[in-house]
């Protein structure tokens, strides 16, 4: 196998320069770079990542663990990590926590152990455990999609010590209900989430604050959960529909739950939007596949994922800087499920694009003295 030291001599520069060259660490000259990587073409030298992790204490990973990746929000925010930590020089090591307060602190210590640089993780509706795992090892961590906050009573009080990083989520639904009360409907219904989790909250609180803005009464039996997830949404939906004076329109606080609530409504043989006007949180590839397409927020999937990569290389270049939330602003996306005739163009439409994931620099990422394999 040959070494750094094989590409020097080859290169004819030193050893430090060869480490500079491959390891982004100082500037170096075009002409003098470009023999150092023809020397690494010409000998087929590989890094030893191991080597250099030994040296650096280093291993420029990130754990990532995320429930339910199979679902397309989730896998998007997937993809934007990817692209933003290659995009630095980092890989990841995935999980998937199932949602589990148990699994996922497991998942932590696991990937703990295998000594990544820092973890970005969806926490569950009960994080007490893992919150209390990463402050006593110290971990360099950002939270995605599901914020810590005061009302998580097992975390305990005081300003989280973490990095955040998620859509808005209150505002979009209240948005949803305004646009549905403006059409008419006067009983509109929510389908909302796993409890504990603060989308859920967030989304619950946008729909109260959507209602009240249109002076429309809340009705609890129109409040319902579908614990984020489908099957639980169909029954929740169907419960709505078996109710004697059951709403005219439906709110679904995430995808799964709007595949959930079509299943229910079609069980029923009812139609959107004649029977029932339909709008939903989230955004999916084929939401404009459905006939009537639907009306929906959309997400800044990606976006979510590059920049919870961004808060996490800023914390690893600065440990001791103060712990930032983001929020991302979600998009309207007007099309027919609501009851709006459909068109390309209409007014308030918003086109479904989200912000790329690499619209914005990467920080820095720290540097590597003494960098060598
Ligand atoms: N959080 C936010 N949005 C979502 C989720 C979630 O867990 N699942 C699907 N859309």
Redesign the pocket.
């Known amino acids: 196998m040959p070494t750094m030291a094989d590409v020097a001599r080859s290169a004819g520069v030193s050893v430090a320069t060869v480490s500079h060259v491959l390891n982004g660490t100082r500037p170096v000259l075009p002409g003098t770079r470009q023999a150092v990587l023809d020397a690494v073409d010409a000998l087929g030298y590989t890094p030893n990542t191991l080597a250099r992790s030994l040296v650096t204490a280093r291993t420029r990973s990130i754990g990532l663990a995320v429930s339910?990746i199979s679902?397309p929000?989730?896998t998007e925010i997937l993809q934007g990590v990817e692209a933003a930590a290659l995009h630095a020089g980092y890989g990841l090591l995935l999980a998937d926590p199932h949602d589990d307060p148990g699994h996922e602190q497991k998942v932590a210590r696991l990937l703990h152990e295998r000594r990544v640089d820092g973890m970005i993780i969806?926490p569950s509706a009960q994080p007490g455990e893992l919150v209390g795992y990463l402050r006593r090892h110290a971990v360099p961590t950002v939270f995605l999609?599901?914020l810590i906050d005061g009302a998580d009573a097992a975390v305990g009080p005081g300003a989280p010590r973490f990095d955040q990083v998620c859509a808005e989520s209150a505002g979009p639904t209240a948005r949803l209900v305004a646009h549905l009360a403006g059409l008419g409907h006067r009983r509109i219904g929510l389908v909302a989430?796993l409890p504990g989790?603060s989308?859920t909250r967030e989304r619950v609180a946008g729909y109260r604050d959507g209602l009240a803005a249109a002076g429309l009464p809340l009705d609890d039996r129109l409040l319902v959960s579908g614990n984020?997830e489908s099957a639980g949404a169909e029954r929740a939906t169907a419960a709505l529909l078996a109710l004697p004076d059951p709403p005219t329109a439906l709110v679904t606080a995430?995808?799964?739950m709007t595949l959930g609530a079509l299943r229910a409504l079609a069980g029923n043989g009812l139609s959107v939007p004649g029977d029932l006007a339909l709008c939903c949180?989230?955004d999916f590839p084929w939401a404009d596949l459905f006939s009537p397409r639907l009306t929906a927020i959309a997400?800044p999937s990606r976006e979510l994922g590059a920049q919870a990569v961004r808060l996490l290389l800023e914390r690893l270049a600065e440990p001791d800087r103060p712990p930032r939330t983001v929020r991302l602003p979600c998009a309207f996306v007007h099309r027919g499920s609501c009851g709006c005739p459909e068109g390309p163009e209409r007014p308030g439409a918003a086109p479904h694009t989200v912000p790329s994931a690499l619209s914005e620099p990467l920080p820095v990422p720290p540097s590597e003295k003494g960098t060598a394999s």
């Open positions: 339910a679902n929000y989730f969806a999609d599901r989430g989790l989308t984020s995430n995808n799964a949180f989230d997400q």
